[in-house]
């Protein structure tokens, strides 16, 4: 079957480093994905990792390790506006299926 | 330039009623899908596009939804018989093409109310 698992919810202070891990088991794999969601808004793309490692763009990185089926997103210097849910996407390898976990809602406090 | 559009952004039907919902994915985007979105959880897979054809249906949870893009551009996604577990939000999403890194531009979502 497909599965992707996150944290349900995180709590991180404004101008910290928060790590949002996924772990996923998945028929195929043809990339991994993180998308923020803001309530009531549509996903935003952040991130793509089909190789293992790590993939830097600004205050976000994401890492993917293939072999551990595991991924995360790290934002870093946290401001109020990243209160978000983070969501984890995989794209299977048999077509356009594109799987998503049930995403992080993370909360910044001042 | 726009962006992903759908419409309408709500629609209240009653049970056993029949919807169409509507996106205009961003022009020249070859690729589109279709998810529907509950409270909480992630987006779900319905189906995706790539041109005029549905690449991969596999998503369809039953016969009731179906789904057509005829141009290869605006999409309707057509709900028979509606059910009250089919309330949910449902979110267009197209890319240039279908694979590699091309990211997903979702649009704003329809929210279906099945009374």
């Known amino acids: 079957g497909q599965n992707i698992d996150q944290p349900t919810e995180m709590t991180a202070t404004e101008g910290a480093i928060v790590q949002i891990n996924c772990t996923y088991q998945?028929?195929?794999?043809?990339?991994l994905f993180w998308y923020q969601q803001h309530a009531g808004e549509a996903p935003t793309f952040l991130s793509y990792?089909?190789?293992?490692g790590l993939e830097e763009k600004g205050r976000f990185s994401s890492f993917l390790s293939r072999s551990k089926g595991y991924s995360y997103l790290l934002l870093k210097e946290l401001q109020m506006k990243d209160s978000a849910s983070y969501l984890c996407a995989v794209r299977d390898n048999y077509g356009q299926n594109f799987v998503f976990g049930p995403g992080t809602r993370l909360s910044v406090l001042p | 330039g726009a962006g992903v559009s759908q419409t309408p952004s709500n629609k209240v039907t009653e049970k056993g009623k029949y919807v169409e919902l509507r996106c205009d994915p961003i022009s020249g985007h070859t690729a589109l899908y279709w998810y529907r979105q509950s409270l909480g959880q992630g987006p779900e897979f319905l189906i995706y596009?790539?041109?005029?054809?549905?690449?991969?249906d596999s998503g369809l949870p039953n016969d009731r939804f179906f789904a057509v893009r005829p141009e290869g551009s605006v999409s309707t996604l057509k709900i028979q018989r509606t059910e009250r577990g089919d309330s949910a939000v449902y979110l267009c999403a197209s890319s240039l093409t279908g694979g590699g890194s091309n990211e997903q531009f979702f649009g704003p979502g329809t929210r279906l109310t099945v009374l």
């Open positions: 998945t028929s195929g794999f043809n990339g």
């Open positions: 596009f790539q041109g005029t054809g549905a690449a991969d």
């Open positions: 990792n089909v190789l293992d």
